[in-house]
Antibody, heavy 122, light 116 residues
Framework: EVQLVDSGGGLVKPGGSLRVSCAAS????????MNWVRQAPGKGLEWVSS????????YYADSVKGRFTISRDNAKKSLYLEMNSLRAGDSGVYYC???????????????WGKGTTVTVSS | QPLLTQPSSTSASLGASVTLTCTLN???????VDWYQQTPGKGPRFVMR????????SKGDGVPDRFSVLGSGLNRFLTIKNVQEEDESDYYC?????????????FGGGTKLIVL
């Protein structure tokens, strides 16, 4: 069974840092690109960042560029998001999600974690 | 880049059919769109991907046969037949976009489905 378990959320002061993690199981982690998607309280889904299967490309939403860093450890089957210079607007639930694909291209984000909550407040 | 527009809410009676709409902006009629279901307090669930030719790839795990998709012009539709109480959720559409500037995922604002 494909499983993604998000962890590492918590309360952090504005300007602070936090690292959230996602542990994968049930599939060959190194075959898939991965993503972070967040959801502010009462709001919709917002894409944050993506990384290719072997970390050769990393992409970021403009709202987090220069502050957040996505990374992965294929040996540990884990995905990470290092968040610096955090703002109140970064508060929300952070989900990791797997990018499914085949020879025709991307097929969507077909597996999601349950999310981890980040609260930025003084 | 593409933008996705969804009505903020819709309702359907128990046992009826309902169609949710996601509209791309002009110039992006060839884009494929994903549908995601999110029940309150839970993570999103992949439903299926749709292009103008219909479903792309497979449905998400456990998605009932009552769910189907269609694509026409700039619109991507998700139809739920025989609506059940458990279908009451927020539904988001999304698309991926690659350009010289990089890669992004874009989400629509979501449609809240209320089951009456």
């Amino acid at each position: 069974e494909v499983q993604l378990v998000d962890s590492g959320g918590g309360l952090v002061k504005p300007g602070g840092s936090l690292r959230v993690s996602c542990a994968a199981s049930g599939f060959i982690f190194s075959d898939y690109g991965m993503n972070w998607v967040r959801q502010a309280p009462g709001k919709g889904l917002e894409w944050v960042s993506s990384i290719t299967s072997v970390s050769d490309y990393k992409y970021y939403a403009d709202s987090v560029k220069g502050r957040f860093t996505i990374s992965r450890d294929n040996a540990k089957k884990s995905l990470y998001l290092e968040m610096n210079s955090l703002r109140a607007g970064d508060s929300g639930v952070y989900y990791c999600a797997r990018t499914n694909w085949d020879s025709s291209g991307v097929l969507g984000m077909d597996a999601w974690g349950k999310g981890t909550t980040v609260t930025v407040s003084s | 880049q593409p933008l996705l527009t969804q009505p903020s809410s819709t309702s359907a009676s128990l046992g009826a059919s309902v169609t949710l709409t996601c509209t791309l902006n002009s110039g992006y009629s060839n884009y494929k769109v994903d549908w995601y279901q999110q029940t309150p307090g839970k993570g999103p669930r992949f439903v299926m991907r749709v292009g103008t030719g219909g479903i792309v790839g497979s449905k998400g795990d456990g998605v009932p046969d009552r769910f189907s998709v269609l694509g026409s012009g700039l619109n991507r539709f998700l139809t739920i037949k025989n609506v059940q109480e458990e279908d009451e959720s927020d539904y988001y559409c999304a698309t991926d976009h690659a350009s010289g500037a990089g890669f992004v995922w874009i989400f629509g604002g979501g449609t809240k489905l209320i089951v009456l």
